[in-house]
């Protein structure tokens, strides 16, 4: 099935300096990949949506010069996330679909918890 | 707008006994909607789909577009079944993006 790749599983930074997280897709390409963000005991935000070889999409509220994300080649999406703060401590979560085909899915990262001290 | 509501972030019954976790969707197109459940220290996967209309697992879900609902039930509890719950929708219009509800943790009692 399919399956995708996140890494780091877990990071701790200090605070001011960039933190990069990377999401692969291992078989199969994946034409739009989605980044989430998860806090304590809540669901999963939408941060923004990419599709490879285009800039992306981010949800209202979402610093788009905080958390860059670049989707370059059909398998591979990272998000940095800039200056990182102890506020963007969570729990970040990719997503990656082929968006082609009746009724295609998602494929979800096993997640990234940040930990900026 | 896409929103999903699941109104129990808890849920306790005991094994054997049916299940309802319950979900409600707001979205003037229409809409695909699933559930994903997260087990302890897993990544998410898909439950179930409204299109599929498979029962996985023994829980099933019935979109109801009068009620807005896509509540997902099983008659009859397992302990296996403790876990986070979340419904969500994608639109049929524009981004393929996948929305969430909070979610629900259900657990189950022996």
């Known amino acids: 099935g399919a399956v995708v790749s996140q890494h780091p599983s877990w990071v701790i930074c200090k605070s001011g300096t960039s933190v990069k997280i990377e999401c692969r897709s291992l078989d199969f390409q994946a034409t739009t990949m989605f980044w989430y963000r998860q806090f304590p005991k809540q669901s999963l935000m939408l941060m923004a949506t990419?599709?490879?070889?285009?800039?992306?999409?981010?949800e209202q509220g979402v610093e788009k010069d905080k958390f860059l994300i670049n989707h370059a080649s059909l398998t591979l999406s990272t998000l940095t996330v800039t200056s990182a703060h102890p506020e963007d401590s969570s729990f970040y979560i990719c997503?990656?679909?082929?968006?082609?085909?009746?009724?295609?899915?998602?494929?979800f990262g096993s997640g990234t918890r940040l930990t900026v001290v | 707008a896409q929103r999903v509501t699941q109104p129990e972030k808890l849920l306790s019954v005991f094994k054997g006994a049916p299940v309802e976790l319950k979900c409600n969707y707001s979205y003037s197109g229409s809409p695909e909607l699933f559930w994903y459940v997260q087990y302890s220290r897993q990544r998410l996967q898909l439950l179930l789909r409204?299109?599929s209309r498979e029962s996985i697992k023994g829980f099933t879900a019935d979109l109801n577009k009068g009620e807005t609902s896509f509540h997902l039930k099983k008659p009859f509890a397992q302990e296996e079944d403790s876990a986070m719950y979340y419904c969500?929708?994608?639109?049929?219009?524009?981004?393929?993006?996948?929305?969430f509800g909070q979610g629900t943790r259900l657990t189950i009692n022996p």
């Open positions: 969500a929708l994608r639109g049929n219009q524009g981004a393929q993006k996948l929305v």
């Open positions: 990419s599709n490879e070889g285009s800039k992306a999409t981010y």
């Open positions: 409204h299109i």
């Open positions: 997503s990656a679909t082929t968006g082609q085909g009746a009724g295609y899915g998602y494929t």
